[in-house]
T-cell receptor, first 116, second 112 residues
Framework: ETGVTQSPTHLIKTRGQQVTLRCSSQ?????VSWYQQALGQGPQFIFQ???????GRGNFPPRFSGLQFPNYSSELNVNALELDDSALYLC???????????????FGPGTRLLVL | DQQVKQNSPSLSVQEGRISILNCDYT??????FLWYKKYPAEGPTFLIS?????DKNEDGRFTVFLNKSAKHLSLHIVPSQPGDSAVYFC???????????FGAGTQVVVTP
């Protein structure tokens, strides 16, 4: 059973550019959530995808968008990059929507994005 | 709007002693709470959770206490071990998995 993987591990972009981050969910998982973790802060929920449909969104502007593919892997796209977008981007996968304290969400190692 | 707060950015504890990490929240609608542990260059890993209908959950060396009236939870680690040195995040959720609100984290250092 493979865990959650993310690519690339590190990325440097300049302000105004666009970026695509990728996430492969754990085998058997059909739900992917994306988080942004700025330096010194906890992860902030961006959005969640369940069976290729967006299922909830945090307080992020529309230039943050995503996709989930039939194999349940996912992409996070950020347009018109700003300096404040520099952060660690984490994805997490789970099986179904579940809920409750029996947490079975698994995080990937993250992609470190630096915007200059 | 920071709904989950960890007011102690760091904690240093001797090996073998108790580590107590604290977390406060503002939204009474949260129905479960979790603690995650994070090592550098790795994603957070789930540690322990508690439902809002309980006040205590224990798993080995880890115990989480929930005080709903005070909107406060704490994580106790007994005894602390060097491998426990990591950043600990408190998180809260309602409804389906994945849409979690995280605190800013507490860096724990366990010294010999």
């Amino acid at each position: 059973e493979t865990g959650v993987t993310q690519s690339p591990t590190h990325l440097i972009k300049t302000r105004g550019q666009q970026v695509t981050l990728r996430c492969s969910s754990q085998s058997g998982h059909n739900t992917v959530s994306w988080y942004q973790q700025a330096l010194g802060q906890g992860p902030q929920f961006i959005f969640q995808y369940y069976r290729e449909e967006e299922n909830g969104r945090g307080n992020f502007p529309p230039r943050f968008s995503g996709l989930q593919f039939p194999n349940y892997s996912s992409e996070l796209n950020v347009n018109a990059l700003e300096l404040d977008d520099s952060a660690l981007y984490l994805c997490a996968s789970s099986s179904g929507l579940g809920g409750g304290a029996q947490e079975t969400q698994y995080f990937g190692p993250g992609t470190r994005l630096l915007v200059l | 709007d920071q709904q989950v707060k960890q007011n102690s950015p760091s904690l240093s504890v001797q090996e073998g002693r108790i580590s107590i990490l604290n977390c406060d929240y503002t939204n009474s609608m949260f129905d479960y709470f979790l603690w995650y542990k994070k090592y550098p260059a790795e994603g957070p890993t789930f540690l322990i959770s508690i439902s809002s209908i309980k006040d205590k959950n224990e798993d080995g060396r880890f115990t989480v206490f929930l005080n709903k009236s005070a909107k406060h939870l704490s994580l106790h680690i007994v005894p602390s071990q060097p491998g426990d040195s990591a950043v600990y995040f408190c998180a809260a959720g309602k409804g389906s998995w994945g849409k979690l609100q995280f605190g800013a984290g507490t860096q724990v250092v366990v010294t010999p």
